[in-house]
């Protein structure tokens, strides 16, 4: 390959260059834009041609000073760790379970998951949201002929019943992934390792924490880190369930939050520098997976 | 791992799957079971749980207006065109990256693990407006930017990790036999690849037929949706009393190339993720 290197040294950056270009232009271009965009006055009378007036910090010092980001904020990262938790947990514990099925039921259990995972996630939300439904809705249905009284029960009304049907559908579609990615890593652990484990006088306990777990490690790291960064950017759940009788203004994440400043309400510069806020929240968040692939990635 | 399980907690796990799968069913059969009930079945006193006998009337309802043709057409030309952009361009960058020593070689790998982090609902503002400046919003050329720069850095990730896995002493093989380098990628190398090629390919896919942040940021003229966009507003639609036949339908529509899509691709796509992330 030498060869080849030194002869056509430009032919590798000709190569890179349109997908490069491409990133640059819609991705590198508007974050440096969303920067200045923070800085800026911009509502509707710049949108309608007036030049936009800097005002420095002024756009953050109004959203920490006006009460509305910090509930925000919270409830995203709050969700967000509920979310991930609940979906790791699930998805460890099946991973493990599904080690220990006959084969019949696993080979169900799988299909069963792959179906959750290959739904398309606003047909997951309709379907949700009429399992969910005031009037004609199944689990009212359920929970009324089990003795409960929601006969026209709205889910959607009350934030922390919201929260509920959001989760619910959350783990619901991203528990597949979990499981999944666990049982094949659980699959690669060496089973002569385990079984001298177990020679050894290990309990299953021990084999578990001492052999099973420290072999998919890596496994485990990516799929947390994975999974806090898919639930902290959750829109399209929140947004289609506000769309459907949800109160928005108690139930926004940072995503519908910078959409209802932006799009919906005109104000780009507020939008902006909320935007910039969902993007700090991520960076410190996933820190310490990009440190790790920098990490893997030297080695390499 | 663990071969010998004994039989209460082989039980114990046999019953956990099997509610696991119900679950994991249940609401896509719902979906589909509802889609092809007749109205006053669906809003009946109890629900159906097994019905018997059924009728397209939802189906045509959904084509009635052609406002989901229309969104058809919407989706799939900016999906196609996403899938074939970004194939091409990580293609090229998959193959500089996986064969080639080059400055910025390094930079450019970090780059994409970087950008893969930032989540679409932080930049979707600034990607608003940069497309409102080119006049590119409501348009399947701006929505197909956009979506080109969402799939590509997983898509150069996942081509990456195909073309380090041919060999290259296949193509110095080749180059021994009196193949020219370019004659050896595209005679040996290349032939190797259309498995990966078609599995990243439905990948992207995949992602861009199912996106709807972007898609509801940018094609905001209620004669420019893309399916997801195009259900939701039809759900939406409560003055005339929810459809639920209907849009329980139009939802099972759009679901099943995804479903059919993900069964060629779900070998592939449980390494494949993990590997882009692991390996460097």
């Known amino acids: 390959m030498a060869r080849g290197t030194a002869r056509r040294s430009h032919l590798p950056l000709g190569l890179v260059l349109p997908a490069a270009l491409a990133l640059g232009l819609a991705l590198g271009y508007p974050l440096v834009r969303q920067v200045v965009l923070s800085l800026q006055e911009f509502g509707l009378a710049q949108q309608f041609g007036q030049a936009p007036e800097w005002i420095g910090l002024g756009n953050y010092r109004e959203l920490l000073g006006n009460g509305e980001l910090w509930p925000v904020v919270l409830r995203t990262v709050a969700f967000c760790f509920v979310n991930a938790g609940l979906t790791f947990a699930i998805g460890l514990g099946l991973a493990l379970l599904m080690t220990r099925m006959s084969k019949v039921t696993r080979v169900l259990t799988q299909c069963g998951l792959l179906l959750a995972w290959a739904m398309p996630v606003v047909a997951a939300m309709t379907v949700w949201q009429f399992l969910f439904d005031t009037e004609y809705g199944v689990v009212n249905w359920l929970l009324t002929a089990l003795g409960g009284d929601f006969d026209g029960h709205s889910w959607l009304l009350d934030p922390w019943s919201f929260f509920l049907v959001a989760t619910l559908v959350v783990v619901w579609m991203s528990v597949p992934f979990v499981a999944f990615t666990l049982y094949a890593a659980l699959t690669q652990v060496p089973e002569d390792v385990v079984e001298a484990a177990q020679i050894d006088g290990a309990g299953p306990r021990q084999r578990f924490v001492h052999v099973v777990l420290p072999s998919i490690r890596p496994v485990l790291l990516v799929v947390v880190l994975l999974q806090v960064i898919w639930d902290l950017r959750v829109f399209t759940q929140i947004y289609t369930l506000q769309k459907a009788g949800g109160v928005s203004k108690d139930t926004n994440l940072l995503g519908t939050y910078v959409y209802t400043l932006g799009i919906k309400g005109g104000d780009f510069g507020m939008a902006a520098s909320a935007a910039m806020f969902m993007l700090l929240l991520t960076v410190v968040l996933t820190a310490p997976y990009v440190r790790m692939m920098l990490r893997q990635e030297r080695d390499a | ?280």
Do not use: H
């Open chain 2, 1 to 280: 791992m663990a071969r010998r399980t004994s039989l209460p907690v082989r039980i114990g796990a046999d019953l956990v799957g099997i509610v696991v799968f119900l679950a994991c069913v249940f609401p896509v059969y719902w979906m589909v079971s509802r889609s092809f009930l007749p109205r006053n079945r669906i809003k009946g006193e109890d629900p159906v749980f097994v019905p018997t006998g059924g009728t397209l009337d939802n189906y045509r309802r959904v084509f009635s207006d052609g406002s989901f043709t229309d969104a058809l057409v919407t989706s799939l030309t900016v999906t196609l065109l996403t899938v074939g952009v970004a194939l091409l361009f990580a293609f090229l960058a998959a193959v500089a990256v996986s064969r080639f020593r080059f400055r910025g070689r390094r930079t450019f790998i970090l780059t994409l693990l970087v950008i893969q982090m930032i989540p679409a609902e932080a930049l979707f503002i600034s990607q608003y407006k940069m497309l409102d400046g080119m006049s590119l919003l409501n348009s399947v050329i701006g929505l197909t930017i956009v979506y080109v720069a969402s799939v590509l850095p997983f898509t150069v990730w996942t081509l990456r990790g195909f073309v380090d896995g041919v060999p290259r002493e296949l193509e110095e093989a080749a180059m021994m036999d009196g193949c020219s380098r370019t004659g050896a990628f595209f005679k040996v190398t290349l032939p190797l690849l259309a498995p990966g090629l078609v599995a990243t390919g439905v990948f992207a896919f995949i992602q861009a037929w199912n996106e709807f942040t972007l898609a509801v940021v940018v094609m905001t003229d209620p004669d420019k949706k893309t399916l997801p966009v195009w259900l939701v507003a039809f759900t939406d639609s409560r003055s005339r009393g929810v459809d639920w036949g209907a849009i329980m339908a139009s939802s099972t529509l759009i679901t099943i190339p995804v479903i059919i899509f993900f069964l060629v691709v779900q070998r592939r796509m449980v390494s494949g993720i993990t590997a882009g992330a692991v390996k460097g």
